[in-house]
């Protein structure tokens, strides 16, 4: 009976999770737009932080509770889910062009640095003094990462200015918005309440599991839990692509997975620092290798297509595969 309960709160917080996120980046579009700020701030600040605002939830509750490889297990989690099994869909629904100078030249290649620098700071046994038991990201990881998240800021709006991708969004104007400023404040409030809410429920729930069914933190938050945090991405960047926005899906899922590893890791390891067992290093080179086909996919077939989708979603399935089985026979 504990064990059905335990499910049953872990699953209303995940829906009240992605719902609240879904309704704060409503209600926080709405209010920018009263205020006539230009689209593209909002769809480079607000889309993106909001499709990653579960994750951002979920990692901040964990790294409070001093779980460490729930963090780091969400976050790698999502990200390969991001790349192999989003993608991998996208592209067996439509082929997916990538030939974009920004893409393959910026945004791809700091996504990949970024899981690079990971994985150099979490790798203490390695990288630090010989005699080191232990992985961890510090106070003086987090703000590492979080240097770094300002760089990349700062390149993209410079690219944007220069290159003046979105010229017309730039110049201020009216737009019409139906809800009242008293509305979307509250569906603001309400929905940044929710996702709090949501994300306790969540980290709560998934300790106590672990608990019950003798599973480790890190294998729920590479499983479970990373599938349930990347839905607002997989929504996001599905209808993007039925809208015929290729680059639009896959700069979502690019951006994402950057801010993922440089936020909200950085956020976390600078408020809570994050311990986790050797095991998982494994799970960060995945997420490397995986980022680094996408490019080379990029670079040499400049697009994904059906059967590269299909084979996307094949290397995630034999992923999933070998952690219930690592999992088992570390147990």
Known sequence: MILFWT??????GLVVLIKGADIFVDGSAGLARKLRIPDFIIG???????????????????????????????????N??????????????????????MLMKRAIPFMIMSSIILFILVFDQVFQNHGVTFNRLTMGDGLILLSFFVIFLLYIFNDLKRNRFLESEIKKKEVYVKESTSKLAFMLLGGLIAVVGGGKLIVDNTIELASLLGISQGVIGLTIISIGTSLPEAVTTIVAVRKNKE?????????????????????????????????????????????????????????LGKYMGMTFIGFYSVYMLFVVIRESVIQ
């Not at 951002?56 to 509770?65: E, P």
């Not at 192999?84 to 592209?91: D, E, N, T």
């Not at 998982?280 to 980022?291: A, C, E, G, P, Y």
């Open 80 to 101: 390969i889910a991001n790349i192999a099994l989003i993608l991998g869909i996208c592209g067996i629904m439509k082929t997916i062009r990538i030939q974009s100078e």
């Open 247 to 303: 680059e639009m899906a896959i700069g979502n899922i690019i951006g994402s997975n950057t801010l993922n590893i440089l936020f909200i890791l950085g956020v976390v390891a600078t408020v809570a620092p994050l311990e986790l067992s050797p095991v998982m290093m494994i799970d960060v080179l995945i997420m490397i290798i995986i980022s680094i086909i996408l490019f080379l996919l990029g670079y040499f077939h400049k697009s």
């Open 44 to 78: 480079v600040t607000l889309v993106a932080f909001g499709t990653s605002l579960p994750e951002f939830i979920v990692s901040l509750m964990a790294g409070f509770s001093k779980s460490g490889e729930l963090v780091i297990g969400n976050i790698v989690g999502s």
């Open 7 to 12: 499910i049953f709160f872990f699953l209303l």
